[in-house]
């Protein structure tokens, strides 16, 4: 890799992140407080929102930019690309970084007409895998045109990177990951086991009316259908025939667009049961995945599968799907299982071979962690980020669409 030069550290340098919305500010929770403390300075552009505060207060300038996730009128987008336009002028950033569908596509042309000269836009996901028909296909074309105005690509996971080039949205030499996949890596200490926590997870269960010798099957998340809910509740069903203390955990609420909804009667099944605990949004769910005994994420699609490394993080066995993103979150057989996608039956046996084995359970958690803390580590992750931006400022890459 080439050597760093002095005149490239005697100046700080101008990033900008881009994100449609607040809720992706999580992305560089702890990393914007590194970033300004090695030589960036950074702004993050995105729609107003909660969460802004914790990104000011790691010394990020915020500049509000009004964007609509879905398929807006072109007259709402154009307003928005003229207006990251503006702020990109104004700034005259060294890098862009911009993430997420409609802020990788608004936020690429805005970089590519204001002449930034190093945009990279990280890839997160591909929701075009969980969509069919002409949403799909505009999909696809929105991720094709944000990888062309970026000289370079980060995805998440490798199965993201390899399945995005199957699909001829981006070129294989512009495509890496970032260091061993996530976008920030994980504070794993945060959620390893303690005498203090399991204390704390014990006054959790009876808070949460779940008793001491109860199974709990737990999950993270959004509850839709892209995450595997209905399957979920239906292997709970099933097993809770043979596991009459069996609980399920659902960490998080409903959420989804019309066609990614829990269906109706799914949803009234799942709050009319007794046995289903529902917390609602949870700021931290660290404490949580200590009650878990088996964490189940069957999602359909995802960039990585950030709650899958944080369970493995507090020993606990994961049971995940093949989907592209998640299958880079589990050493399946090692610290869980990989179950195809939307099969109700092979999730089912997997939870079972964990609720029937203490003994696995146990030692695939502790592998799990091991393999987290060492693969994972956000110093990792920031280090490799870093290297990329400072590489970045060092040479002149050449702009591929000016």
Not at 263 to 270: E, F, G, Q, S, Y
Not at 294 to 303: D, L, S
Not at 339 to 357: C, M, N, Q, S, Y
Request: hydrophobic fraction near 40%; proline fraction near 4%; aromatic fraction near 8%.
């Amino acid at each position: 890799m080439p050597m760093i030069t002095n005149a490239a550290d005697s100046r700080r340098s101008r990033l900008v992140y881009i994100v449609t919305s607040t809720k992706s500010l999580f992305f560089f929770r702890g990393f914007i407080a590194e970033l300004c403390a090695n030589r960036f300075d950074v702004s993050v552009i995105s729609s107003p929102g909660p969460g802004q505060d914790s990104i000011r207060a790691e010394g990020a300038s915020i500049i509000d930019v009004p964007m609509r996730r879905d398929i807006a009128s072109p007259l709402v987008d154009l307003m928005s690309l003229w207006r990251l336009w503006r702020a990109l002028r104004r700034i005259r950033p060294d890098i862009t970084n911009v993430g997420t569908t409609k802020a990788g596509l608004l936020g690429g042309l805005a970089a590519v007409l204001a002449r930034v000269p190093h945009r990279v836009y990280t890839l997160h996901g591909l929701r075009m895998e969980t969509v069919q028909g002409w949403k799909s296909k505009l999909l696809w074309f929105t991720e094709w045109v944000a990888c062309r105005c970026a000289h370079q690509v980060h995805c998440v996971s490798q199965s993201v990177r390899d399945r995005a080039v199957e699909l001829r949205i981006v070129d294989s030499n512009k495509a890496t990951v970032i260091a061993n996949g996530t976008c920030n890596g994980i504070e794993h200490e945060r959620f390893a086991p303690t005498p203090e926590r399991r204390e704390d997870a014990v006054q959790l269960r009876t808070r949460l009316n779940i008793q001491a010798n109860a199974l709990v099957i737990g999950f993270v998340g959004r509850l839709n259908k892209a995450k595997g809910t209905p399957e979920l509740y239906e292997a709970f069903l099933r097993l809770r025939t043979r596991y009459p203390s069996l609980r399920l955990l659902f960490v998080g609420d409903y959420d989804g667009t019309d066609t990614d909804a829990v269906p109706d009667d799914v949803r009234d099944r799942i709050d009319a049961d007794a046995l289903v605990i529902r917390t609602g949004w949870i700021t931290d769910p660290a404490p949580y995945y200590h009650v878990m005994d088996v964490f189940a994420f069957p999602t359909h699609r995802e960039g990585f599968g950030l709650v899958s490394i944080e369970a493995q993080a507090a020993e606990v066995p994961v049971v995940a799907t093949t989907a592209t993103g998640v299958r880079d979150s589990v050493l399946d057989g090692v610290s869980g299982f990989l179950t195809p996608v939307g099969d109700v039956r092979a999730l089912t046996e997997a939870i079972e071979h964990l609720l029937h084995d203490a003994e696995l359970r146990r030692q695939m958690g502790k592998a799990g962690h091991s393999w987290v803390a060492r693969t994972f580590d956000r110093q990792i992750v920031w280090a490799d980020i870093k290297n990329r931006y400072r590489q970045a400022v060092t040479q002149q890459l050449l702009p591929l669409h000016e």
